[in-house]
Nanobody
């Protein structure tokens, strides 16, 4: 069964933090090829963080220094620690294979940064 279940979103004030989780089924989870994407209203979905095959990480310039991607291979789970959140981080966040996602997307988790 193909599953991607994102959680951990919510409403947070600017400067706040959130930790997102993504539980992936074994058929999708790949320790070195998972990433987080986000889609804001009116925008296309874009990649914000991912693992490289060599175990390194990539971050979009807009989140570099504020977001940290991590994983628990035993749990097929990927995390996104987000700090110093800004209103422009408001979006629905998704996880998937990266940099080339599968055709299956979970429901995502809404992150809203507002005072």
């Amino acid at each position: 069964q193909v599953q991607l279940v994102e959680s951990g979103g919510g409403l947070v004030q600017p400067g706040g933090s959130l930790r997102l989780s993504c539980a992936a089924s074994g058929s999708i989870f790949s320790p070195y090829s998972m990433g987080w994407y986000r889609q804001a209203p009116g925008n296309q979905r874009g990649l914000v963080a991912r693992f490289n095959f060599g175990g390194n990480t990539y971050y979009a310039d807009s989140v570099k220094g504020r977001f940290t991607i991590s994983r628990d291979n035993a749990k097929n789970t990927v995390y996104l620690q987000m700090t110093n959140l800004k209103p422009e981080d408001t979006a629905v966040y998704y996880c998937n294979r990266a940099p080339v996602p599968t055709n299956y997307w979970g429901q995502g988790t809404q992150v809203t940064v507002s005072s």
